[in-house]
């Protein structure tokens, strides 16, 4: 099934910018979307729309069956926190806590107690178990960009959206955070969309959207790098 459905989503901003002209697109269960475009070609715009963070000026979005812009703020933010997770390109942890704290924050943030087994599921689930003690500034990029990941799956989201989740890293690591990604849709029917700049990242992903001025232009399934490119 669909896990997020934009219909005719278009976004205005002030000055008459259209970042988003009438956009209709699905991401189904257990895929893995790239979206890619030059800069200032809505990408971004297209993410903060589907995943609750911005609202558009007309059209609807559908996360998990409820639609998002019809939707209270309070629902809204309540939506957000369980059922959407969200990775950026600079990781974003708080540096005083550790790994493991880092994790269990929407669980805290949630009201639930930050059950020891779910976060230490969550680092595992990133090959990350052992090093649950450590802080941020002990760990290599990719080490946090994988925290980043296990703290925005920590409850178990309907879909998982990242705005240049490699843009920070080396190729190696980008590499590693792509195939983490990769498995998490393979293994968990994980539903994940993300923005890249990257031919070599966007392969990674089942299919490519392309978009230019606020449309989606173009779109291509098994992708390869050179394809992309
Ligand atoms: P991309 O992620 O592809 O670079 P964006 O979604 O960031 O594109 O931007 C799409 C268009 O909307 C651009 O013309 C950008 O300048 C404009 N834009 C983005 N955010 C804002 C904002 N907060 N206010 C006004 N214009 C914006
Ligand atoms: P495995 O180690 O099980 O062969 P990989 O991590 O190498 O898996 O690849 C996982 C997925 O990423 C596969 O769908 C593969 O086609 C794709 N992939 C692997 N390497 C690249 C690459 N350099 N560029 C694009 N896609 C790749």
Known sequence: HTTVELASVTKHYSHGVTALDNVTIG????TFTAVMGPSGSGKSTLLQCAAGLDKPTSGHVVVDGRDLTRLSERKLT????????????SFNLLPSLTAAQNVALPLRLAGRLPDPELVEQSLASVGLADRAAHRPAELSGGQQQRVAIARA?????????????TG?????????????LRSLVDKQAQTVVMVTHDPAAAAYADRVLFLADGRVCGELADPTPEAVA
């Open 153 to 165: 799956l920590v409850t178990r989201p309907a879909v998982l959206f990242g705005d240049e989740p």
């Open 78 to 89: 309540l939506l957000r926190r369980d059922r959407i997770g969200f990775v950026f390109q």
């Open 27 to 30: 991401f189904h269960h257990g």
């Open 168 to 180: 920070a890293l080396d190729t190696n690591t980008s590499r590693d955070v792509l195939r983490l």
